[in-house]
């Protein structure tokens, strides 16, 4: 008699954790609510399947925005570190020029060159790394489109 009961325990351990947890509700009218919602029950997905998420170009965004913010700071308080050389242009003018530089280039890694990338995937088991992109134009139409691409193959699903 205690086995059976250590069984169904098991069982139902086994059970719940099998279940997928309800997602909240979300108002259907809000579509960045929407495409949030989907982005993340995607991402949910792609882990439950083995796939670890790979963070290393946003430690990289990361390390360049830190460089960003230190060449800002010392540019601003250059004159209280060095109350000799106020206002030093050989010191002020490469910081904020380099600031600008560096703030461009973390710009248009996340505004253009990962555009819709929401997870990276380290490989896996044999398998290639994935990259998962989601796209939902409210004002265009109401579709919410999920690229996967694995190695070189891409597979596109629209849904309505």
């Known amino acids: ?58 430690d990289v965004v990361c390390v360049i925005s830190v460089v960003a913010i230190l060449l800002a700071l010392l540019a601003h308080f250059w004159e209280k570190i060095s109350p000799a050389n106020k206002g030093a242009p050989m010191v002020i003018v490469p910081c904020v020029v380099g600031y600008f530089a560096i703030t461009g280039i973390v710009t248009y890694i996340t505004s253009y060159a990962s555009k819709g990338i929401i997870m990276r995937t380290k490989p896996s088991s044999g398998m290639p790394a994935l990259k998962l992109k989601s796209v939902m134009k409210a004002s265009v139409d109401d579709h919410y489109t999920l690229t996967l691409t694995m190695g070189q193959e891409k597979c596109t699903r629209k849904e309505f």
């Open 1 to 58: 008699m205690g086995s059976s009961s250590s069984k169904e325990s098991a069982a139902e351990k086994a059970e719940r954790s099998e279940k997928v947890e309800k997602p909240e509700p979300v108002d259907l009218r809000d579509h960045e609510a929407l495409k949030g919602a989907l982005d993340v029950y995607s991402i949910e997905l792609i882990k439950k399947a083995g796939y670890a998420i790979d963070h290393t170009l946003d």
